[in-house]
């Protein structure tokens, strides 16, 4: 059994600001060793990420305590079996829906996520059902199967992807959730034709990364956004052209191609109705459960338009991300440019606030302190 340091959300729907209300505790915990068919990662870095701060507010309601995080990079320091492809001293990403690889949802080549990993998702634990945490003697909920904000997790071998050690860690965590799914929702989504403008609404660190997959790919850029920052990031980051929602309405400025990354109805709303004739809009914003948008049926079938959903990018994790680490070996995919700050574990609680407030990409945390190991 060894002691880590992570942080544990204690209850679900907390109000803000967080940095009062604090209902992330740092805490120390136990983590069993790892079992068949799982590793045990020393995280470098990890990302905070809408994922998590919907489990803060509510909007997505999970078990608690929860262990949160799902966006990170490691080095492996232990396998629960011998074999593989992995090695102990590699170097991997974490990924929040793990694939059985078995399941009628894995056999869509990315389209539907896996059945048993969403499952286990929704209860808190590892593949397979395991949990491998506690605290006190108590239970403490794994997150995506991954539970990343802690010095170490113990994850299914399906929850990883191996990456070249010339992929730096801040660069690697991201290619797990923010470019997999905004980059994701491009090449297997929306599957631009060349010459194809990319529209992207809503300049959160998923939605960047859409924006900044699409220029590597060749792109005109559109970013739509309502909070100035981001849009001026966005032109930094070679976006061709920017709007607020409201510029862009007034405008009458369409796209073949729109990607809704904001995660709220009217944000959806916005992206339909800036789709052209013949058009897909894309969409893998996660709006509250109870949230509804208002759009004409009568437009979808006169203008033989589109609607797909998203979810992760419609990626397959082993295949997509070495293509996105070797468009950033190319020069061509910025990853940097979505890193907000670096911050402290203790900082987590004011870093949801920033993420909820729209002043940040991506924060990440950087772990250095090492683990106790008892026997």
């Known amino acids: 059994m060894m002691q880590i340091r992570g942080a544990v959300l204690e209850y679900v729907g907390a109000e803000p600001p967080f940095a009062v209300s604090r209902p992330l505790s740092v805490s120390t915990l136990e983590l069993e060793p790892p079992g068949p068919g799982e590793i045990l990662v020393r995280i470098e870095v990890a990302g905070v990420c809408h994922s998590d701060l919907s489990v803060v507010d509510g909007n997505r309601v999970r078990p608690t305590p929860m262990l949160l995080g799902h966006e990170a990079a490691g080095i492996v320091v232990q396998l629960g079996d011998a074999g593989g492809e992995l090695a102990v001293g590699d170097r991997v990403v974490m990924t929040?829906?793990?694939?059985?690889?078995?399941?009628?949802?894995?056999?869509?080549?990315?389209?539907l996520p896996c059945e048993p990993g969403s499952a286990a998702n929704n209860a808190g634990t590892l593949l397979g059902a395991q949990a491998r945490l506690q605290r006190d003697g108590h239970?403490?909920?794994?997150?995506?199967?991954?539970?990343?904000?802690?010095?170490?997790?113990?994850?299914?071998?399906?929850?990883?992807?191996?990456?070249?050690?010339?992929?730096?860690?801040?660069?690697?965590?991201?290619?797990?959730?923010?470019?997999l799914t905004g980059g994701g929702a491009v090449i297997n989504s929306a599957k631009p034709e060349p010459g194809d403008t990319v529209m992207v609404v809503g300049l959160g660190g998923v939605g960047m990364a859409a924006a900044l997959v699409a220029r590597a790919r060749g792109h005109h850029v559109i970013g739509v956004d309502g909070v100035e920052a981001k849009l001026a990031s966005a032109r930094e980051s070679g976006v061709d052209e920017t709007y607020t929602p409201a510029e862009l309405l007034a405008a009458g400025v369409k796209?073949?191609?729109?990607?809704?990354?904001?995660?709220?109805?009217?944000?959806?709303?916005?992206?339909?109705?800036?789709?052209?004739?013949?058009?897909?809009?894309?969409?893998?914003?996660?709006?509250?459960?109870?949230?509804?948008?208002?759009?004409?049926?009568?437009?979808?079938?006169?203008?033989?338009?589109?609607i797909i959903g998203s979810y992760l990018g419609s990626a397959v994790p082993s295949r997509d991300i070495p293509l996105f680490a070797q468009l950033w070996r190319e020069g061509r995919l910025p990853v940097e440019r979505?890193?907000?700050?670096?911050?402290?574990?203790?900082?987590?609680?004011?870093?949801?606030?920033?993420?909820?407030?729209?002043?940040?990409?991506?924060?990440?945390?950087?772990?250095?302190e090492p683990p106790t190991t008892h026997p």
Do not use: K, W, Y
Request: proline share 6%.
């Open 255 to 306: 796209a073949p191609v729109v990607i809704e990354a904001a995660g709220n109805a009217r944000a959806f709303e916005t992206a339909v109705q800036a789709t052209a004739p013949g058009g897909r809009t894309v969409t893998v914003g996660l709006p509250s459960p109870d949230a509804r948008s208002s759009i004409s049926p009568l437009v979808l079938t006169a203008e033989a338009r589109t």
């Open 96 to 111: 929040f829906l793990p694939r059985c690889g078995d399941c009628d949802g894995c056999a869509t080549n990315g389209r």
């Open 139 to 179: 239970p403490v909920a794994h997150h995506l199967g991954v539970s990343a904000f802690a010095t170490h997790a113990v994850v299914n071998r399906a929850s990883v992807v191996r990456v070249d050690p010339d992929v730096p860690a801040d660069v690697a965590a991201l290619l797990g959730c923010a470019v």
């Open 338 to 368: 979505l890193i907000s700050d670096h911050i402290m574990l203790d900082d987590i609680n004011e870093a949801m606030d920033a993420l909820a407030e729209g002043r940040a990409l991506r924060q990440l945390i950087v772990f250095d």
